[in-house]
């Protein structure tokens, strides 16, 4: 579904509005940033070389905290400049995405049916955002750090500007060989998130049935198997992806060791200065941080960049056909005539609906009967205009009016209520006034007339079978007040006892010569209603053929195995990874600590060497300087493998068990697919999220504070103890910055997002009945406004972390 990566860095991104004025204002950032970083190292280095001299250091440390100062200003409006623009480019996309998924059945079926379409309108958007504010000013950085500094080196120590021209060019060309590496595998890990969507949305659908027959349960097994395809495939993925960061990593510790051992040995030698030797040794290493920022940022470009790919594949759709709708001249209905009316899928050997011709007469109402698979809901959706975009659809429809009015047999709602889902298919002008309330007797009386005034307040979502069957009649009873000339009914009394089935049947009389009726039912009491009986040959049944297997398709219900998945979805309670989470936790402190030697030692390195020891004296530091280096950039891969693998973990075992609740309530529960996608999918992709941003760095923190502070009162105590009382108090202000002004617009932008998806959900399983009623842009107004909540709860978000950072 998604076209092939084009070539360059921002090629995965053609088509995402706003990016190339993103990348420019990121460069005029990177530029101030970088004067800043200059000024700072230069008057860190030359502080350090007065206080060694015996020389006063304030002018130094002057510059060097004008420079600190424009470097951290220029980062804070850089990093809301960014924000800001990818939050803008996200919006454009999806408001063009929604308007085109709600419109055309086509663009839902290129997203892969209503369940991707609404992950990838949301929680795959979602994604851009995050995606293009922090790879597009890297990428940016990346084009303007680099060579401001080389030029810088260049005219401080040439030796240190040649090791890094050296070695800075090996750090592109192997992210490049990973990035087309992972290209496909990335498609892969989207397609497993997908499959999962699709899979929520149909066991959703069937729940009731599922409930009734007491086989919801053995789904859990099915879907706990579709998290575990996603984790492995995802694990796999970045296990590839995160090499590009290890061997920047690599070569960029390399790289600064070389620097800051030819530093320290030309230092012995008298040959350089200690305040040149400390600028080079500050600046070679921040020559290489846009290519590692930009590296950390590459594999959320590349999901932001198969997001807008399927997104640039949906917008690109075919329009669907719809029949040409005609007036009717007769008050009394639609006069409809069928010319050898067949319809077929692809892939199948026998067609959907054999060839048909009959003549419903205005006013008439015809029971449409035949054996089960004779296609008798597929002739409703022909006349209805709902078939799928892929049918063959061959002979003459004529007379088919342009308002038609639908009760379909699986009623999907849109509005929160059940007065607000008629008040929607009304279709109110909202430039006439008196619309609103001529709509309005016509919704009392529609749910009067099937019983269903009691149920006006009620939750869409909350609704039985039966229930949703009344309030499918009410909508159509709405549609025939307002115009409709034609009503198709899908076996309207399926769900319903014989109370509600006498009273639909009452007011299918009372319609008789009022509209064209076509009715589809197996009840011989109301077909028996009819002024004639239309009955459609059964249609031979197929030889076997091996079903396709698509993007939302699944595989068939299995028994859970003993061990692994299946023990996994039989276990009570979310199944927290500890073990997981341990290695993270373990990885990420050997990240740390080796980082921090590698700091120390090489500073302890450039400082000795200045007084000029025999070389012999610094050859253990030397070694040190490589080895931790090494150590570092591998520690850091298995890091944040272990991390993303202990994350995946933990989402797989919850959307599981999200899954068994919803199960459990059964009829209960709010079974609609959005509010199910919201949680399965919602919820639990944000656990997700947090498990890694939030669980892990914090406890990498105390364990690298712990361990450091321990080693050091081996050394002085009373060091120990004062460097461990700046940390904490330090963390103890971070803390309460992040509770005063970021804690809730972050809570707030996360319940909003799950929100989207559940909204998005409903509004496109809402959408397909709005399209028979020919009202598919009626439904736009609940989701933007969810959108321009959206926008400013990440706004406030935005800025809060920012001012925090």
């Given amino acids: 579904m998604s076209s092939g990566p084009g070539r360059g860095p921002l090629a995965p991104l053609d088509g995402v509005p706003g990016v190339t004025g993103a990348v420019v204002r990121a460069a005029v950032v990177a530029l101030v940033q970088t ?6 190292a230069a008057g860190l280095a030359h502080g350090i070389a007065a206080v060694v001299d015996g020389a006063s250091p304030l002018p130094a440390l002057a510059l060097a905290a004008a420079g600190a100062l424009l470097r951290a200003g220029a980062g804070t409006v850089g990093a809301v400049l960014a924000a800001r623009d990818a939050r803008r480019s996200e919006d454009q996309l999806r408001d063009a995405l929604l308007d085109r998924l709600t419109r055309s059945p086509a663009a839902v079926e290129a997203a892969g049916g209503t369940g991707p379409a609404a992950v990838l309108a949301t929680t795959r958007l979602h994604d851009l955002a995050p995606a293009l504010a922090t790879y597009l000013p890297a990428f940016a950085q990346t084009v303007v750090v680099p060579p401001v500094l080389l030029l810088v080196l260049l005219g401080t120590d040439w030796l240190s500007a040649v090791l890094v021209a050296l070695t800075l060019p090996l750090v592109p060309v192997f992210m490049v060989l990973v990035g087309r590496y992972t290209a496909d595998q990335t498609a892969s890990a989207a397609r497993a998130l997908d499959r999962i969507a699709g899979h929520v949305a149909e066991l959703v659908r069937g729940l009731p049935v599922l409930t009734g027959l007491g086989r919801a349960a053995e789904q859990t097994a099915a879907l706990a198997r579709l998290g575990e395809d996603h984790r492995r495939t995802t694990t796999a993925t970045l296990r590839l992806a995160f090499l590009s960061a290890l061997v920047l990593e690599l070569i960029a510790t390399l790289s600064v060791a070389l620097v800051a051992v030819t530093v320290g040995l030309r230092l012995v030698d008298g040959h350089l200065g200690l305040a040149v030797g400390l600028t080079a040794l ?30 640039r594949a949906v917008l690109a759709a075919p329009d669907l056909t719809a029949p040409a709708g005609t007036p009717a001249d007769d008050p009394r209905g639609a006069r409809v005539v069928l010319d050898g009316l067949s319809v077929a899928h692809p892939g199948r050997t026998t067609p959907a609906l054999a060839a048909t011709s009959a003549t419903l007469q205005p006013g008439e109402l015809v029971a449409l009967t035949g054996a089960s698979g004779s296609g008798k809901s597929t002739l409703l959706a022909a006349l209805a205009g709902t078939l799928p975009t892929s049918a063959v659809v061959t002979g003459a429809v004529a007379g088919v009016p342009g308002r038609v009015a639908v009760v ?35 919704v009392v009386d529609a749910l009067a007339r099937v019983g269903a005034g009691d149920l006006a307040g009620r939750r869409c979502r909350t609704l039985s079978p039966g229930e949703l069957q009344r309030v499918a009649l009410a909508r159509a009873l709405v549609r025939v007040r307002r115009g409709a000339e034609l009503l198709l009914l899908d076996e309207p009394t399926a769900h319903l006892d014989d109370a509600a089935t006498a009273r639909v049947s009452a007011v299918l009389a009372d319609l008789r010569g009022t509209v064209t009726v076509l009715l589809v039912t197996h009840d011989p009491a109301l077909a028996a209603l009819a002024d004639r009986e239309l009955v459609l040959a059964a249609v031979p049944s197929p030889a076997a053929v091996p079903a396709r297997r698509g993007k939302g398709s699944v ?21 927290w990874p500890r073990r997981a989470v341990a290695r993270a936790v373990g990885t990420g402190t050997l990240t740390a600590l080796s980082g921090v030697a590698l700091t120390g030692l090489s500073g302890w390195l450039v400082v000795r060497a200045a007084e000029m020891p025999p070389v012999l004296t610094l050859l253990v530091a030397i070694v040190g300087v490589r080895g931790f280096g090494l150590l570092r950039a591998l520690a850091r891969w298995a890091e944040r493998l272990t991390a993303h693998d202990a994350a995946l973990r933990l989402a797989a075992d919850a959307r599981v068990q999200v899954w068994r609740a919803l199960a459990r309530q059964g009829v209960a529960a709010e079974r609609t697919p959005g509010s199910a996608l919201g949680r399965v999918v919602g919820d639990v992709g944000l656990l997700q999220d947090l498990s890694v941003r939030v669980l892990t760095p914090p406890a990498v923190a105390a364990a690298t504070v712990l361990v450091g502070c321990g080693v050091l009162a081996l050394l002085s105590p009373v060091a120990a103890a004062g460097v461990l009382a700046v940390l904490l108090a330090v963390a103890a202000a971070a803390a309460a910055l992040h509770r005063r002004v970021d804690a809730d617009a972050a809570r707030t932008e996360a319940a909003l997002r799950v929100e989207a998806l559940t909204e998005t959900g409903t509004l496109l399983e809402g959408a397909v009945d709005l399209r028979a009623h020919g009202l598919a842009g009626a439904a736009g107004d609940r989701v933007q406004a969810l959108a321009a909540a959206q926008r400013t709860a990440a706004a406030g978000a935005v800025r809060s972390q920012a001012w925090a950072d």
């Fill in 555 to 575: 595989a068939p219900p299995q028994p859970a195995a003993t061990g692994g998945i299946g023990s996994l979805a039989d276990s009570p309670g979310i199944s």
């Fill in 408 to 442: 379909p047999q699986h009623p999907r709602t849109l509005g929160d209520t059940v007065a607000d889902e008629l008040r929607l298919h009304a279709g109110i002008d909202p430039s006439d006034p008196l619309d609103a309330v001529v709509a309005e007797g016509l």
């Fill in 35 to 40: 004067i800043g970083l200059v000024g700072l």
């Fill in 282 to 311: 500050l600046l070679a290493p921040e020559a290489f941080a846009p290519l590692r920022a930009l590296g950390s940022a590459y594999h959320a470009n590349a999901d932001a960049g198969q997001a807008a790919a399927e997104a």
